[in-house]
């Protein structure tokens, strides 16, 4: 059998449109997965305290399986997560500073997926907490506030910068100091500030 009949929206689907269930007759459930959602979710929104009894209670019954299940997801989704709480700090922010904000989760997701930042093109780092690479939320015009346009996602140390300095302040400094980094002049670990003849340390993003 390749088709089967669904009796709630009277359409005749493929069985691929149908959940396995093995107490249902030829084992599959009567209404196909569409109407099964709708189902579930009208359920859901009629029954919010029933839901979140039935929720705190599974969680008592299994919180290894919830431990172990939360930490497969941050350990397979740290983008998600990083971009998750930069709406949810941006959000926080917008009502102190009382500016705009008209972001949500998949549209800053969206801007994350390079996994580059959008000035310098250095590719973020999200296997450890906040650091000098981590993805960041920038206001490209700050008193436009958290809309879309006006945001793009940077690394966590240059946003630190351009949150006191501007640009044009910035560029002669990190200009300066790129020169020297390559002249060794940057106080290396070894103690040679100033001697150009102990060479440039190693670029930490050399690929």
């Given at each position: 059998m390749k088709n089967k009949n669904c009796p709630h929206c009277k359409?005749?689907?493929?069985?691929?449109?149908?959940?396995?269930?093995?107490?249902?007759?030829?084992?599959?459930?009567?209404?196909?997965?569409?109407?099964?959602?709708?189902?579930?979710?009208?359920?859901?929104?009629?029954?919010?305290?029933?839901?979140?009894?039935?929720?705190?209670?599974?969680?008592?019954?299994?919180?290894?399986?919830?431990?172990?299940?939360?930490?497969?997801?941050?350990?397979?989704?740290?983008?998600?997560?990083?971009?998750?709480?930069?709406?949810?700090?941006?959000?926080?922010?917008?009502?102190?500073?009382?500016?705009?904000?008209?972001?949500?989760?998949?549209?800053?997701?969206?801007?994350?997926?390079?996994g580059k930042c959008a000035i310098t093109g250095i590719g973020f780092n999200t296997t450890s907490g906040k650091n000098p690479c981590s993805p960041s939320l920038d206001r490209i015009v700050p008193k436009l506030g958290y809309i879309r346009g006006n945001v793009r996602v940077i690394l966590w140390a240059l946003n630190a910068f351009k949150n006191k300095w501007s640009d044009s302040e910035i560029y002669p400094i990190a200009k300066q100091f790129c020169k020297s980094y390559e002249e060794g002049l940057t106080n290396p670990a070894n103690g040679t500030q100033g001697d150009p003849a102990a060479g440039s340390p190693p670029s930490v993003y050399a690929s």
């Open positions: 359409q005749t689907k493929p069985i691929s449109d149908f959940s396995k269930r093995s107490d249902c007759k030829l084992g599959l459930m009567s209404w196909c997965k569409p109407c099964n959602r709708d189902k579930v979710k009208k359920w859901r929104l009629n029954n919010k305290q029933k839901c979140y009894a039935n929720m705190l209670k599974w969680r008592g019954k299994n919180k290894s399986k919830l431990l172990a299940i939360q930490k497969r997801y941050r350990s397979n989704n740290p983008l998600k997560l990083r971009a998750s709480k930069m709406v949810y700090e941006a959000k926080s922010k917008s009502l102190i500073k009382n500016i705009p904000f008209n972001i949500d989760f998949k549209y800053v997701y969206n801007l994350c997926k390079t």
